[in-house]
């Protein structure tokens, strides 16, 4: 008899199972090392995904692999009604990277359940209710994050479900003083809005929104899950304000693609009573050894400041060329957004068949996250086939 499962290509295998809940693109990506990944016809691909913001150090990082494979031999698992080892070790790294403020960690497994954890520290450490957060804002879809997360199509069906929050347009200082008041817990910001479009926050922006929150006692939350640990040219995009958020969550490059989640906050606030919050897999050693390498190899290679001098480098090279039909070009460090005049979705199957995957931020926005550690040389390739194929789609 034929084994049916070795007939059907694994793309085919997927969808008679799959959720249903992802646009998916026609490849099946089974190999990665560094910037490059490879389908399971053996084309490769130049990442500008970066597997969605994650791969900070490339895929495969050799650093991020030996740590897994030996933890994985020592201990895998180890609840936090438990001391550990590598758990300790994470804890130091974090504050070494963090404001030192910022001395309280919870950890957990995805971004969504970062923004839960920041949440709930909002919740009970003011004794407040309200919540403020922006337009265009993205903080992720378990029911708590989703009623943050601007997008009505993300929203809509879940909204019996979700608490009131008020949302107020980003990079407005007025607005957000009219929507900040005594009764707010915490405002929720992205430093870059990612998702949305990808724009930066004005300096002035966020500095207001921290005078804001000080003169009213509402909590300042800073989703750096995108924008985290180097993405933005500084560890934290906040940094460029020369602010300190009194919560920050952390997601996605954290730790090196292994799934990890944390929430950072400023110790004089307190902690979280007993019992309040919790997570069976949150800081687990398999992905604290992995987050531990992550952030090693973020600071002995200078990554941070690679960024910055490359993201540079892209946004002159991108502004320099001839590319017809772009509105605007944004970005921060090496997230960067290709603002179109045309629906981004045929531009990133283009540039797919050329051999380097993109990412949309929205139906119109081009978006750039390759992994840090991407050369000049890769980089310039994106950009001479960005300019061909908009020149083709607009000859
Ligand atoms: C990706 C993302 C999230 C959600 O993270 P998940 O790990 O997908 O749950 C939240 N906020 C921002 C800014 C993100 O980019």
Not at 14 to 42: C, F, L, M, N, Q
Not at 311 to 325: A, I, V, Y
Request: overall charge negative.
């Amino acid at each position: 008899m034929i084994d049916i499962q070795t007939t059907l290509s694994s793309i085919e295998r997927e969808d008679a199972h799959t959720s249903g809940a992802y646009p998916k693109r026609p490849v099946s990506i089974v190999r990665g090392s560094g910037s490059t990944v490879w389908d399971s016809d053996g084309n490769s691909y130049l990442d500008a995904t970066s597997g969605q913001g994650v791969a900070l150090l490339g895929h495969c990082h050799p650093a991020v692999v030996i740590a897994i494979s030996e933890q994985a031999q020592t201990l895998i698992t180890c609840p936090e009604i438990f001391y550990n080892d590598q758990r300790s070790a994470l804890y130091e790294q974090l504050h070494s990277v963090l404001p030192n403020d910022l001395d309280r960690y919870f950890l957990c497994n995805s971004g969504a359940e970062a923004i839960e954890g920041a949440l709930k520290v909002a919740r009970l450490l003011t004794n407040r209710t309200g919540i403020v957060a922006t337009m265009r804002g993205f903080h992720g879809r378990t029911l708590g994050a989703l009623s943050l997360t601007w997008n009505k199509e993300y929203r809509e069906a879940f909204e019996a479900w979700q608490p009131t929050v008020n949302h107020f347009p980003y990079n407005n200082l007025e607005r957000a003083a009219e929507a900040i008041n005594e009764d707010t817990a915490a405002v929720v910001v992205e430093a870059v809005q990612g998702e949305g479009g990808v724009h930066p926050a004005d300096v002035e922006y966020l500095q207001g929104l921290r005078q804001l929150c000080d003169e009213r006692g509402a909590l300042l939350i800073v989703d750096e899950i995108q924008t985290g640990f180097g993405r933005t040219g500084r560890w934290f995009a906040f940094e460029h304000a020369g602010i300190v958020p009194d919560v920050v969550a952390l997601g996605k490059g954290i730790a090196g693609g292994v799934p990890m989640g944390a929430v950072a906050w400023r110790g004089s606030l307190g902690t979280l009573p007993k019992g309040s919050h919790g997570s069976t897999f949150g800081g687990n050693p398999l992905a604290s050894a992995a987050a531990i390498a992550a952030i090693t190899n973020l600071r002995e290679d200078n990554l941070p400041a690679r960024s910055a001098e490359l993201g540079t480098w892209l946004l002159n090279e991108l502004n320099s060329r001839d590319l017809p039909g772009v509105r605007e070009i944004r970005g921060l460090g090496l997230m960067i957004g290709i603002d179109l005049r045309v629906r981004v979705t045929p531009i990133l199957q283009a540039l797919q068949e050329r051999g380097i995957l993109a990412l949309p931020a929205g139906k119109t926005v081009l978006r750039l996250l390759p992994p840090l550690t991407i050369t000049q040389a890769e980089l310039l390739t994106i950009v001479d086939s960005i300019e061909a194929i908009l020149q083709e789609q607009n000859a």
